[in-house]
């Protein structure tokens, strides 16, 4: 079993800035990808940026310029920089991992953690 821990959400003020990080912890051999989705009110969970084991990196379109995601292998942990909040970033921010407890591409896993609520005030 592995545990998604994620720290950093909160309450702020538009403009401000937050950063999330994420650490994962159990039986994991690897660790492919890792990234942040997020759930606004009433709408459907949206993938915000997620990086490979590689380092390449993906953004939603809406969050380009703003966020800025990166991974520490040595820790099993991802973060999630985020500067000029809008309201609109509001919602509750989910960890993503997808890795092996074995070792081989064929037992991929994808783990979510519990979600860490960003509200982002006016």
């Known amino acids: 079993q592995v545990q998604l821990v994620e720290l950093g959400g909160g309450l702020v003020q538009a403009g401000e800035s937050l950063r999330l990080s994420c650490a994962a912890s159990?039986?994991?051999?690897?660790?492919?990808?890792m990234g942040w989705h997020r759930q606004a009110p009433g709408k459907q969970r949206e993938l915000v940026a997620v990086?490979?084991?590689?380092?390449?990196?993906n953004y939603a379109d809406s969050v380009k310029g703003r966020f800025t995601i990166s991974r520490d292998n040595a820790k099993n942990t991802v973060y999630l920089q985020i500067n000029n909040l809008f309201p609109e970033d509001t919602g509750v921010y989910y960890c993503?991992?997808?890795?092996?407890?074995?070792?081989?591409?064929?037992?991929?896993?994808?783990?979510w953690g519990q979600g860490t609520q960003v509200t982002v005030s006016s």
């Open positions: 993503k991992c997808v890795y092996s407890y074995k070792g081989s591409w064929r037992d991929l896993i994808l783990s």
């Open positions: 990086i490979t084991s590689g380092g390449s990196t």
């Open positions: 159990g039986s994991i051999a690897s660790i492919d990808v």
